[in-house]
T-cell receptor, first 116, second 112 residues
Framework: GAVVSQHPSRVICKSGTSVKIECRSL??????MFWYRQFPKQSLMLMAT?????????EQGVEKDKFLINHASLTLSTLTVTSAHPEDSSFYIC????????????FGPGTRLTVL | QKEVEQDPGPLSVPEGAIVSLNCTYS??????FMWYRQYSRKGPELLMY????GNKEDGRFTAQVDKSSKYISLFIRDSQPSDSATYLC????????????FGSGTRLSIRP
């Protein structure tokens, strides 16, 4: 149980375009979803926390207007990278938890974004 | 000073060896301690989850938490080449609103 999927797994786009990444909890209702960014050989950096039906809470230094997060249902959250630039190229990973899972998070497989 | 410190490695050991991975932390409010395994270009997978101090064993894996020293460990017995991955320690405070703070990860390689 507790499976989280992400789509797409890999995306290459041109500079200036927008990219949407989906995160789905397949067998549970995710009251909270998290979006992380990971650069090569570095740890996960939390970008934002989203609760279903609420606005996302962004970490310091993360631009809200650039990284749009929507958590419209208990099984789906989306991250849209707007006007992507090469420095946005990274590995984006989502995770999800349900109310009673407390601090235990289940991670998706990640999406590798390459901006040309 | 980072909240969680973890030696990035790489750590290379022969197959069958006992592996010891460690993290130190500075926030005494941390109560939940986790170890994740991450294969290259994949999302992290939860390996061990412990609350407060003590030991927890699951198969070849043993997690130890020493809150007095602010030190946690993960031991892997009879290591296998398939254990080769990056291991991330992680921890959080008791509040359900707390973020999980990750270590930088240790790259482990098991030589056949």
């Amino acid at each position: 149980g507790a499976v989280v999927s992400q789509h797409p797994s890999r995306v290459i786009c041109k500079s200036g375009t927008s990219v949407k990444i989906e995160c789905r909890s397949l067998d549970f209702q995710a009251t909270t979803m998290f979006w992380y960014r990971q650069f090569p050989k570095q740890s996960l950096m939390l970008m934002a926390t989203s609760n279903e039906g609420s606005k996302a809470t962004y970490e310091q230094g993360v631009e809200k207007d650039k990284f749009l997060i929507n958590h419209a249902s208990l099984t789906l959250s989306t991250l849209t990278v707007t006007s992507a630039h090469p420095e946005d190229s990274s590995f984006y990973i989502c995770s999800a938890r349900w109310l009673s899972s407390y601090n235990e998070q289940f991670f998706g497989p990640g999406t590798r974004l390459t901006v040309l | 000073q980072k909240e969680v410190e973890q030696d990035p490695g790489p750590l290379s050991v022969p197959e069958g060896a006992i592996v010891s991975l460690n993290c130190t932390y500075s926030n005494s409010a941390f109560q939940y301690f986790m170890w994740y395994r991450q294969y290259s270009r994949k999302g992290p997978e939860l390996l061990m989850y412990t609350y407060s101090s003590g030991n927890k064993e699951d198969g070849r894996f043993t997690a130890q938490v020493d809150k007095s020293s602010k030190y946690i460990s993960l031991f892997i017995r009879d290591s296998q080449p398939s254990d080769s991955a990056t291991y991330l320690c992680a921890m959080s405070e008791p509040s359900s609103a707390s973020k999980i703070i990750f270590g930088s990860g240790t790259r482990l390689s098991i030589r056949p």
